[in-house]
Every structure is written in C-alpha cells, then in structure tokens.
C-alpha cells in the first residue's frame, strides 16, 4: 500500500464494437494496477497478448503501458474486479461490489457474441450476470473446464480457459497453443 498506484481501478480496454469479450479476474497489484491497462506490465500479460496477436486480436505483441499505441480489433478486455485485490483473490463481497459494471459493459457492448472466461472466477461471474438478468435460471449444466464451451440462454457464447497466471503458464497447466485454440475459436464463433 505504499505505492501510489495501489488501490485504483482499472478501465476496460479494446474495441466498443467487440464481438468478443476477454473476460479475466482482477487488475494484477504491480500489473495492471501500476498501468492502467489489463493484462499490462505483468507476467500474465507477457503471456496473453503475443496470442491475442497471433490471433489477429491486438495490434503488436507486447504491452507496456497505456501509452504504448496497443489496439484491439475486435476485443474487448474486462475483469469480474476493478481493484486489485488483498491476497490477489478477490472476496465474495468485492465481486458482488463491482458485478453492476460488468453488467453495465455487457449492456453496452451490442455487437458482443463470444466471451472468453480466463478462469473459473470469471466464468462463474459471467454465469452469475446471466443469472442476474434474468435470462439464465440454473447454473448445473454448466461447468468450468478448459476448452469448455455453452451457448447461454442469452445468445452469448461461453468458452472457458485457465487463467493465464504465472502459476499455470509456468507449471504447463496453459500452455501457448491451448490458450491460442481458444481464441482462435472464439474468432471463428463471432465471424470475424
């Protein structure tokens, strides 16, 4: 907490007319937190944006900073938390906090048709939006699994993925090639 950057939200990030939605956890503490930007500055994001390229997602491979001229065609970026978290696993009480601007986004982002889930927090909170609006009753047909895919009641469809954290990109839990089929497939499914 003596950084001046801790405790700041951080912004989604991408194209307003996304068909695709990255879906992730919460502002990594000296990542994202220290940038501005999802999934920049830290090892996750080391990991996840030369895919997003190599799928034809973002404009270069590597992200820096906000300032770096990184565009996404196509994505957006967003997380179930806006703070980093104590611990870096968010609470119940702060995802129910910040579930009404994911909500908002969703609303907002019309062309949206595929959502990527980087976890099971992030796949469990898409779950929860489509329950809180209405428009899913039950969760049980829907479980968590890497490559897992679920067209929602809502019309969106739901591909889920291991977070791409240090500690499975590290350990082979995810590699390159797993997380690349995702998108590619996400891709395919929005018809871009």
Known sequence: MDW??????????GDPKARVMA??????????NRTGRPFTGDGSGDFLY?????AGFASRPKAVSRDDGMKLRGLWITAMARCAPPGNKPTP????NCAPWLDQEMKLLTDLR???CLGRIAFDGLLAHEMRTGT???RTAFVFAHGA?????????????Y???????????LTREMLLKVFMRARRLAEL
Not at 153 to 161: F, K
Not at 163 to 173: D, E, I, M, V
């Open 4 to 13: 001046e950057y801790w405790g700041r939200p951080v912004p989604s990030f």
């Open 136 to 138: 899913l009753k039950k």
């Open 50 to 54: 030369p895919v997003l390229h190599e």
């Open 93 to 96: 009480e702060e995802l129910r």
């Open 149 to 161: 895919e679920y067209k929602l009641p809502s019309g969106l469809i739901a591909i889920a993925s």
């Open 114 to 116: 595929v959502v990527v």
């Open 23 to 32: 879906l992730g956890l919460a502002p990594g503490a000296h990542g994202s």
């Open 163 to 173: 977070h791409p954290s240090l500690q499975n990109t590290n350990t082979g839990k």
